[in-house]
């Protein structure tokens, strides 16, 4: 590769340094800077004299030389007070031009201060054009700059205008907000000219708004800062406002007195030739020229008295250049590493989207999955727990009894575990839901102790709860998430306890307001857990051991569970334990005080009569099941409650037999060919808006409940399905049918 020599780059700077000190004197930028100092100058002087056009020519003149150099900020500004003076010479189109041009620059510039500047008098121009709203647009922007940069005054002048605009578009509420914002500024920095204004238009806000009370004050204050000050148009403006408000309130001889104040006041104003709201908006302009003006005549005079030192600073940047064109070769072989470390971050940072993007599909097909794999799980399932109850009713042979048991336990473990894989994806895929309401807590831990008394006898534990004394008793929580944490916790200890204890602990540990921050302790003297083993107790599938999972059995699921219900109700879990002594689980959560108590419980939907006293003979069921062992089931289960039915296997026949006859009631499977049961009960409620349609289904409930709500059945008996609680759903909707005949 071509290498270029060090000492050959410093002869080719040597040269063109050499080249640039032989400019022409017209193009030398101090000189040209010079000429734009003396034009700005005489434009200052123009101004001052009131010859507005005299001032513009001298801005395009030294705009013209501008032009020739590179200082931007320069350019912008010159735009922007060519379009001041445009505007006070009424050339609001050629305004609007000059300010848009130094926008532009001032954007690039990053100038903020003086951009603020232009948006806040292209607001000014657009009121010129009356047309408000796209002034008040411009005084927003220029507002917002105005409070980046710190430019307080300009702020309170900025919000003294979108005021007034808000008057001229006859919105004066919305003025009397901006106006008390502008006043409350001017009050804490002074702005004894802005403050003046802000009162005397707050008064004639208030006179529109009918309060000439808060508007005869205003005004009087505003006048009061005006006379203070010498503000001469401020003055002659409140003489005016205050005639109008003591007009309105009928004391004609103090309108009469203001009036002729503002007659004499007017008429002493040199060179008055134009209206009155016209002064509002342009007066100050001239006054604000000069000072910025002049603010700029010294920042340039500061620049004269460098550019001495910058005469000696270039002749210093010739030996500085030559040893910084030494660096660029070393400078661009970086630029190329970068370059290519840029590009390989790029084309990472896309492999990282996609794998994200495949991340989120694996996600969506895993609920899919679990969702379909959890259906066609349940309905062989509902066979082979309905065929074992069956069989252990119908007086096995003694040698059979222990493998249908063993049969049935099969099938309920296994509908446990469908159960905890799918709770745990709902948790993992954040779809719980918290549902919180009043409840008594002690009321419900002493019943969840009560319901896993039978459990612990079993293996000769005792439990104990302890509930403390000084806490309340009422609280507003998700009790169903608390329970089954409870459950699964006291649930737990019990089956690695053998003849010991169980102590269940509630008590408080903080509390702000009516937030209490409870601790829950479920400590047993169980077989214990390793250190080792602790570490990983909350996730999946985990257990103590292989020895200990095929001697307690259990999926691994319950705690990994517990930690996300918990995590949903912003606690956090802990763990202590030690071999041979035992085990403690306690966790943390919010809880807010009740002082509601707990609402009604309402009992199961289900009949607690005597069955006797149905007439069940002219009862007539439908059960609408493609599956042929899931339509023997059923038909065997209703025989044996002495109810007769009919059988169809797709939703089209149900539909049309619902039509053609009389049912008491129907039970409809959800997945089917042709159309669903959620289809054919929709089909079913367009002409039969009473008939008991319960689903049979094996699909999870949670997911479907909008669905079944919406199509429009009576209640739901989910696959497979505990039999005596089958029984009763159906005796209660008989029980409460009116036309069910109670003679034979």
Not at 551 to 569: A, D, H
Not at 661 to 690: C, Q, V, W
Request: hydrophobic residues 40%.
């Amino acid at each position: 590769m071509f290498k270029i020599k060090p000492s050959l780059i410093a002869l080719l700077v040597l040269f063109s340094v050499l080249g640039w000190s032989q400019q022409t004197i017209e193009n030398d930028p101090e000189l040209i800077q010079n000429n734009i100092d003396h034009y700005i100058k005489q434009a200052q002087l123009a101004l001052e004299a009131d010859d507005n056009y005299e001032a513009l020519r001298n801005l395009d003149d030294a705009l013209a030389l501008a032009q020739k150099t590179e200082k931007q900020e320069s350019k912008g500004l010159i735009y922007s007070f060519k379009g001041r003076l445009q505007l006070i010479i009424d050339q609001p189109d050629k305004a609007i031009a000059s300010l848009n041009k130094s926008i532009e620059i001032q954007r690039l510039t990053k100038d903020d201060a003086n951009l603020a500047r232009s948006f806040k008098t292209l607001g000014e121009v657009f009121i010129s054009k009356k047309d408000y709203y796209q002034a008040l647009d411009y005084f927003i922007s220029a507002k917002t700059l105005f409070q980046q940069v710190e430019l307080e005054n300009k702020l309170a002048e900025t919000l003294l205008l979108e005021g007034k605009t808000y008057m001229l578009l006859n919105n004066y509420k919305k003025a009397r907000t901006t106006l008390e914002q502008a006043l409350a500024l001017s009050r804490k920095n002074n702005f004894l000219s802005t403050e003046s204004e802000s009162l005397i238009n707050q008064g004639i806000v208030y006179s529109e708004l009918r309060d000439y009370k808060h508007g005869l004050q205003a005004t009087a204050e505003g006048l009061k800062i005006a006379k203070a000050n010498n503000f001469v148009n401020l003055k002659n403006l409140a003489y005016k406002v205050l005639s109008d408000i003591s007009y309105s309130l009928n004391d004609f001889k103090k309108s009469r007195d203001y009036l002729i104040a503002h007659t004499e006041l007017s008429d002493s104003i040199r060179g008055l030739k134009i209206d009155l709201e016209k002064n509002q908006f342009n007066l100050p302009l001239l006054n604000n020229m000069s000072a910025e003006l002049e603010q700029v005549n010294k920042k340039l005079e500061k620049k004269e008295a460098e550019s001495t030192i910058n005469t000696l600073i270039s002749v210093l940047s010739v030996a500085l250049i030559t040893i910084l064109s030494l660096l660029t070769l070393s400078l661009y072989k970086n630029n190329n590493i970068r370059l290519k470390t840029n590009n390989m971050l790029h084309k990472k940072n896309g492999e990282l989207i996609l794998a994200k993007e495949k991340a989120e599909l694996a996600s969506k097909t895993k609920a899919n999955f679990l969702s379909t794999v959890t259906h066609e799980l349940r309905t062989p399932l509902y066979a082979v727990t309905g065929l074992s109850n069956m069989l252990l009713e119908e007086n096995p042979k003694p040698e059979q009894i222990q493998h249908l048991k063993s049969l049935k336990f099969s099938g309920d473990y296994l509908l446990t575990f469908i159960n905890d894989i799918l709770q745990i994806n709902k948790i993992e895929a954040n779809k719980v839901d918290l549902e919180p309401e009043p409840f008594n807590l002690n009321k419900k831990i002493n019943n969840i102790v009560l319901a896993l008394t039978n459990s612990a006898e079993d293996n000769n534990v005792n439990l104990h709860f302890e509930y403390d004394k000084d806490l309340p008793e009422n609280f507003i929580a998700d009790q169903l998430k608390i329970s089954q944490i409870l459950i699964n916790l006291v649930g737990n200890s019990i089956k690695f306890t053998k003849d010991g204890d169980i102590w269940i602990r509630v008590y408080k540990i903080d509390q702000v307001d009516k937030i209490y921050t409870l601790r829950f302790e479920v400590e047993d003297n169980g077989i214990g857990i390793t250190q080792e083993k602790q570490d990983h107790m909350f996730e999946s599938f985990s257990q103590g051991s292989i020895q200990i999972n095929r001697k307690y059995g259990g999926t691994g699921l319950g705690l990994s569970i517990v930690k996300g219900l918990i995590e949903i109700l912003k606690g956090q879990i802990y763990l202590k334990s030690e071999i041979g002594k035992g085990t403690t689980f306690y966790f943390e959560i919010p809880i807010e005080f009740s002082a509601i108590k707990e609402a009604q419980e309402v009992k199961a939907d289900y009949f607690e009569g005597n069955k006797e006293e149905l007439d069940l003979k002219n009862v007539r069921i439908l059960v609408v099941e493609d599956n042929k062992i899931n339509q023997m089931i059923t038909k065997k289960i209703l025989t044996k409650m002495e109810l007769q039915c009919e059988i169809t296997d797709n939703g089209e026949d149900a539909v049309e037999k619902i039509k053609a006859n009389d049912y008491n009631i129907i039970l409809m499977d959800i997945h089917m060919p042709g159309i669903s049961g959620i289809e054919a009960t929709k089909r079913i409620r367009m002409f039969d808006k009473d008939l008991t349609i319960f689903a049979l289904t094996a699909v999870t409930i949670e997911d479907k409940m909008h669905e079944f709500d919406e199509a429009g059945f009576t209640d739901i008996i989910p696959k497979p399905f505990k039999q005596d609680e089958f029984e009763k759903k159906l005796y209660n909707a008989l029980a409460s049918k009116k036309n069910i005949s109670t003679t034979s």
